[in-house]
């Protein structure tokens, strides 16, 4: 034997090799691969290498090739309220306002206890892994119901530590709520897919008292803070006559903006406002489907990424959308930027693709974890095939899954390594059961 040959490289056993005909890992940004494969082991990626190379390179204990599929990372959605898929349709057509004090707060009121977020947590995890989210950021109440739900179904989950000041079945006043919310941080904290964030509701729902509050806890605990702000004219409108000035200065003079802030919906910036949310390093989660038909606006979307301030897509609640979608949030966020600004460069795929996937991680402080097709990170993906006749034909992957392909298409997918969804249905819970509690909360609902 030559004594100067090269040793024998011997394959590296992993989990699973997947080969789909392409991969978008988002970072780096605008790329689409194809003849590679993504290398999983333990839960996280451990390599995303051309085909020829993985064949040599590794010994996967499962191979799984999928011709005419895209690969891409787990969807994060950045804004919603899981518990309300049971309220799906439940008022449509109304202000968000009148749609709030008429028909959501009352059937909360009456409705909205553990029982309730679990079984409408359980059905907008299913929609929601369905179509290839993998992440989602939530504001409710009973948050431990919601984590219940999303850990049955293998779900990463960031749950909203809630304040409000008017009482509900879940706390009486802003205080119980954070302090309830902090006790299930600290109950939970064990858990490698959940995380959470402080959600107070709105400038017009949380006083300057609690704002202040939260501003500590948010700098003590290193937490981001999740909350609804100029959502509607009526908003600013409310908050000029009561405090002087528009809510976003009303936050700044409580110290509330900086890295930690995520301002969900955010419709109605001017130039100013968007200067200093970006130059504060604020994040803004765009909810363009629940903002178009609750009539509140479109936001300045053109002009927030030009100014180059990270924003994540968010589907908001069923009750005002009425989808757990980000292929939905994906298309209508890139029209409506276009529309908009009268500019057909706006928001272009590849930057909508990275709201929906790197933007959402990296607003909630998991961009080390998620977001994107990293070695090192957790192996949250999903596949979307292409390949059906009316798909056809594919110039552009990227193009098709943000003007094209719908949550229909998406077949597999993964959270830290375990397949949760394939051939569209939950790993963990069957449609007769999702059904059922559907069926059992709509007679309540309607009783």
Known sequence: MNALAAPRVLP???????????????????????GHALAVDNGCIVALLPNDEAVQRFRPRQT???????????????????????????????????????RIWPAESRHAGPDFVHAGSLLACAEMLRGGITTFNDMYFFPEATAAAAGRLGMRAVLGIIAIEFPTRYAADADDYLAKGLAIRDALSGNPLLSFCLAPHAPYTVSDKTFGKIATLAAQLELPVHTHVHETLHEIEESLAQFGVRPIERLRRLGLLGPQLIAVHAVHLDAAEIDLLAHEGCHLAHCPTSNMKLGSGIPPMATVQSRGMNFGLGTDGAASNNRLDLFQEMRH???????ASQNAEALDVHAVLAAATLGGASALGLEARIGSLLPGKAADFCAVRLDEWMLQPVFDPASHLVYVSGREQVTHTWVAGN???????????????????????HTRLTS
């Open 12 to 34: 590296i056993d992993v989990d699973l090799l997947v080969r789909p005909e392409w991969i978008i890992p988002i970072e780096p940004a605008g790329v689409t691969l194809s």
């Open 64 to 102: 799984l090739n999928l011709p005419g599929q895209v690969l891409l990372p787990g969807l994060v959605n950045l804004h919603t309220h899981a518990a309300m898929s049971l309220l799906r349709g439940y008022a449509d057509d109304l202000p968000l306002m009148r749609w709030l004090s008429e």
């Open 333 to 339: 966020a890139a029209l409506l930027a276009k529309a």
């Open 419 to 441: 397949l949760v969804m394939s051939g569209g249905i939950p790993a963990k819970i069957g449609s007769s059961e999702l059904l059922d509690l559907a069926g059992l909360w």
